[in-house]
């Protein structure tokens, strides 16, 4: 594994759920930060959330009280859990790592969640 990898994207009607996952970590690349971005069509890649090494988490107000990121250390895992979802959640969710010591940052390919309205 190169770069992180991304899974669970799909169709949603507004007020749904969805959880995406991603791989982060692998046995040379330990990341301390963990953290999800978005990227709607014809707009800037923004910020979703993260999480560093000790679960502090940190949101966007736009996703804030309806999005959670957790981790899995044992699975190298971290997931993006949306409730609530508005047809403005519309975007291709990229994760993202860093391992802030190495100064190293990997995206991943990306996964298109689609809310309907």
């Known amino acids: 594994q190169v770069q992180p990898v991304e899974s669970g994207g799909g169709v949603v009607q507004a007020g749904g759920s969805m959880r995406l996952s991603c791989l982060a970590s692998t046995r040379i690349f330990r990341p301390n930060v963990l953290g999800w971005y978005r990227q709607a069509p014809g707009k800037q890649r923004e910020l979703v959330g993260t999480?560093?090494?000790?679960?502090?988490?940190n949101y966007s107000e736009s996703v804030k009280d309806r999005f959670t990121i957790s981790t899995d250390k044992a699975k190298n895992t971290v997931y993006l859990q949306m409730n609530n979802l508005k047809p403005e959640d519309t975007a291709v969710y990229y994760c993202?790592?860093?391992?802030?010591?190495?100064?190293?940052?990997?995206w991943g390919q990306g996964t298109q969640v689609t809310v309907s309205s």
């Open positions: 999480i560093i090494s000790n679960g502090i988490t």
């Open positions: 993202y790592a860093r391992d802030s010591y190495r100064d190293m940052n990997k």
